[in-house]
């Protein structure tokens, strides 16, 4: 799917028939595991704050609380201008629905592409692969409750949970998780990630690296609890 998703379409038309199933699929469409409400279930009576580069929308699905949530690359949910002439999103559900329904033949009906309300041009995906992303409102002002999360829990116990991050986009969350150990000695890093949990030898007396599935992990951590109960 992430593949395909570079594929120079000849035609808008071509082009939202794929991403049109491709956001379906990813943002409108259940997983088909537990993982999501597994983790959710071992950190909802806890002071939790959840960072992800994910974009399809799992965790506020599952039942994360919304202010506790800060989705840093985007959401599948949500349009932008192509050029961009504005700073703002739009709502996708309707009319992905709709070309999900209307398309044939590998395309979608001319009338249904998606254009900019205020300039006419090709709305697209709200999604950071270059400096036209958009930050909208709801972008910044998640991104302003991490900030205050972190910086009003500065020096205290915290654990820096870290699920499946691979090096695309490291500088995110990976390598600030691993600074925040080094400065906090109260803080514990904890990394599951299948064959790449690795952490800098500098925190590992404070580092948990388990490499394994994270939905098997977590089931096992749940298991545990409920025994304990």
Known sequence: MYTGGFYPFATLEEHWAYWSRFIYYNRYVDPPKSTYQDLLSLVKNKDYFVITTNVDHCFQKAGFDKKRLFYT?????????????????????????????????MRVPTELLPLCPHCGKPLTMNLRSDDKFVEDEGWHIAAERYGNFL???????????????????????????????????????????????????????????????????LQQIKSQNQIKI
């Open 151 to 217: 910086r009003t829990r500065k020096n205290l116990r915290i654990l820096l949970l870290e699920l499946g991050v691979g090096y695309n986009t490291p500088i995110i969350i990976k390598y600030p998780f691993w600074q925040m150990t080094m400065e906090n000695h109260k803080a514990i890093y904890a990394c599951i990630n299948y064959n790449q949990a690795v952490c800098p030898n500098e925190i590992r007396h404070r580092a948990i690296c388990i490499n394994s599935d994270i939905g098997e992990v």
């Open 73 to 105: 690359q985007g959401d599948y949910g949500l349009f932008q201008c192509s050029e961009p002439c504005c700073h703002e999103t739009f709502e996708n559900e309707t009319i992905i629905h709709r070309m999900m329904a209307l398309q044939k033949d």
